[in-house]
């Protein structure tokens, strides 16, 4: 048992910030992680022993955020104004840091899953090409050409100048 809380416990920052990546809200992410942390603990035993800890619970927690967002998309959203939290409801903020950051975060969630997902596996969490490809499921060449497609229209969605203009010009010698 200790061993097994010892590689989870360590992981669930960096499972909550996916989460709410993914799901785009605090409390259904908190819900998301909580399952997810139920369902590895009670099918630890399932778990390959010469598998990454890691990999397999982002899977699990991957699977299960799909799942809840295709439910969403068959039943639709709906939220109670007594559970409306703050950012909902607040001003976007004057300061420019602030702006920037939103900015990101809306960029970032107008991507499609699977770049957005490819993007927080590498880019937020950390992981391998190899790993974020076992989370998802899907070969590590997939994971390189989504990883390179969102990164570029995240670039565009930000108002980035373009990288080869700005290559400095060069000159043809024959």
Known sequence: MTTM??????LIPALRRYARALLRDSSAADDLVQDC????????????????ARTWIFTILHNLAINR????????????????DEDSVSHPPAQEDRIRHHDVV???????????????????????????????????????????????????ALGEPDRIAK????????
Not at 137 to 149: F, H, K, W
Not at 167 to 174: C, D, F, G, S
């Open 5 to 10: 809380t010892s590689l989870i416990e360590p």
């Open 167 to 174: 290559a400095p010009n060069l000159r043809r010698i024959k």
């Open 69 to 84: 967002l295709r439910q969403a998309q068959r039943r639709g959203r709906h939220v109670a104004i007594e559970d409306a």
């Open 106 to 156: 809306q960029a970032l969630a107008d991507l499609p899953e699977d770049q957005r997902a490819v993007l927080l596996l590498v880019a937020v969490e950390d992981l391998s090409y190899a790993e974020a490809a076992d989370v998802l499921d899907v070969p590590i060449g997939t994971v390189m050409s989504r990883l390179a497609r969102g990164r570029e229209r995240l670039r565009r």
């Open 37 to 52: 942390l139920e369902r590895a603990i009670g099918r630890w035993h399932q778990r390959r022993q010469d598998g990454d």
